[in-house]
C-alpha cells in the first residue's frame, strides 16, 4: 500500500503555513514565545509617525521601510522560538568544517557543567532535501544536550544540487567527524546515536542499517548505540506520482526497494526508538509501525511511541523546553538513550 510521503517539510527556513499555524497556536497556548506574544512587532518611530499622518523625511521613511524588511526576514517562527532558547549552560561551537563544501559545516552543542565523556548524539533535521539550516534549530541541539550528551548538528548538500544518495554520503561524514573527533568536546565516540526528524530521520535509519555508507569511510555501523527517529518516512513505496520534485529527488531510484530504510532492516541493527504524531498528514505513522514491526521481527530491540493531537512539526518542537508540555517526546529520547549508552 502506498505510504505518504505529502508536500514540502515543515521545518526549513521558509516553514510551511501548517507548521505557522501549529507555533502560532503554541504560542497563544504559552502567552507568547519568550514573554512576546508571536507576531507582535511594532513599526519604527518614522513608520509609526507616517501611519499617524505626521510629516516625516523621505530618507527616513526608507530608513523605515528597510528596517521592516530586515524585521520580516529575520523574525521567522523558528528564529522567535530559538530567541526563547536558554543557552547559559550550553557550550556552542558553530561553523566546524567536516568537508569541503560549504554545506558540510556542523555545530556542536555540549553542557558546560557536566564533565565527560558524554553520549553523542548526531542530530539531522528535515526539509524534504530541499531545505533547511542548521542554525534553525538551536532549539533542538539546546533540548538534547541539556539532556547530557554532546550533539552534533550537520548541515547536508540538498536538491538540486545533489540527489540521493548524494546527501546521505554528506551524513555519513558527519558521523564520521564525530567518531574521531567528539572527544575534543567531552564526548564518547564509543557512544553515538543518530537521531533525526523527517528527512532527517531517514537519513539516520539508512545510516543505521544499511551499512555500507559508515562502512566504506572505515566506520562499523553495528558499533552505534542506539537510532531515533521523529515522524520519518522508511517505507513509502510507490513514490507519490503527483510529487514532481520527490521524483526527481530519487530520480534514478523510483520506486526501488533500495531506497527505503526498511529494506535494509537486519538484525544486528542499533535499539531503536520510533516517534510520530498522531495528526501527522506529511509523513504517516504507518512508516514507523512498519519499521518498528520488522526489526522486532528480527529480534532487534524497537520500540514505537505515537502522540494523541501531534502533528509533522510538533515531534521535534516538543525537543524544545517550552514545547514539552505539548509531548513526552523529550522524556522518551532521554531515557532510551541513557538506558542504551550504559550498555
Not at 27 to 38: F, M
Not at 124 to 135: A, D, L, N, S, V
Request: with cysteine.
Amino acid at each position: 500500500m502506498p505510504h505518504m510521503w505529502g508536500s514540502a517539510g515543515a521545518m526549513g527556513r521558509s516553514p510551511g503555513p501548517k507548521f505557522l499555524r501549529e507555533l502560532k497556536f503554541l504560542s497563544r497556548r504559552t502567552g507568547g514565545l519568550a514573554g512576546v506574544p508571536l507576531y507582535s512587532w511594532r513599526p519604527p518611530m518614522g513608520l509609526a509617525r507616517l501611519q499617524k499622518g505626521t510629516q516625516s523625511s523621505s530618507t527616513s521613511f526608507k530608513d523605515s521601510l528597510r528596517y521592516l524588511r530586515r524585521q520580516l526576514l529575520v523574525c521567522t517562527p523558528l528564529n522567535v522560538l530559538n530567541a526563547s532558547v536558554p543557552t547559559n549552560r550550553i557550550a556552542i561551537t558553530r561553523n566546524i568544517v567536516y568537508g569541503q563544501h560549504k554545506r558540510k559545516r556542523l555545530d556542536v552543542y555540549r553542557p558546560s557543567d557536566i564533565p565527560g565523556p558524554l553520549p553523542v548524539v548526531v542530530f539531522f533535521y528535515g526539509g524534504k532535501w530541499t531545505q533547511g539550516h542548521r542554525e534553525d534549530y538551536l532549539f533542538a541541539g539546546q533540548g538534547l544536550a541539556s539532556m547530557g550528551y554532546v550533539v552534533v548538528v550537520p548541515d547536508y548538500r540538498l536538491f538540486p544540487e545533489v540527489r540521493f544518495p548524494g546527501f546521505m554520503h554528506d551524513a555519513a561524514a558527519a558521523v564520521i567527524w564525530a567518531s574521531r573527533y567528539s572527544q575534543d568536546y567531552r564526548g564518547d565516540p564509543d557512544r553515538i546515536f543518530l537521531v533525526g526528524h523527517s528527512a532527517g530521520a531517514f537519513m539516520a535509519a539508512k545510516l543505521a542499517f544499511n551499512l555500507e555508507y559508515l562502512d566504506q569511510r572505515g566506520y562499523d555501523a553495528r558499533k552505534l548505540r542506539g537510532f531515533v527517529g521523529l515522524s520519518g518516512p522508511y517505507d513509502f513505496l510507490p513514490m507519490l506520482k503527483k510529487d514532481h520534485e520527490l521524483g526527481q529527488i530519487f530520480r534514478n531510484h523510483i520506486d526501488s526497494e533500495l531506497s527505503q530504510p526498511i529494506t535494509y532492516a537486519h538484525s544486528e541493527g542499533p535499539p531503536t526508538l520510533l516517534l510520530s504524531g498522531e495528526n501527522d498528514p506529511i509523513v504517516w505513522p504507518v512508516n514507523s509501525e512498519n519499521l518498528q514491526a520488522r526489526l522486532t521481527e528480527l529480534g532487534v530491540h524497537a520500540e514505537y511511541k505515537s502522540y494523541p493531537n501531534i502533528s509533522h512539526a510538533g515531534t521535534v518542537l516538543a525537543l524544545a523546553h517550552m514545547f514539552r508540555w505539548r509531548a513526552g517526546v523529550a522524556e522518551d529520547v532521554n531515557r532510551f538513550i541513557d538506558k542504551f549508552a550504559r550498555n
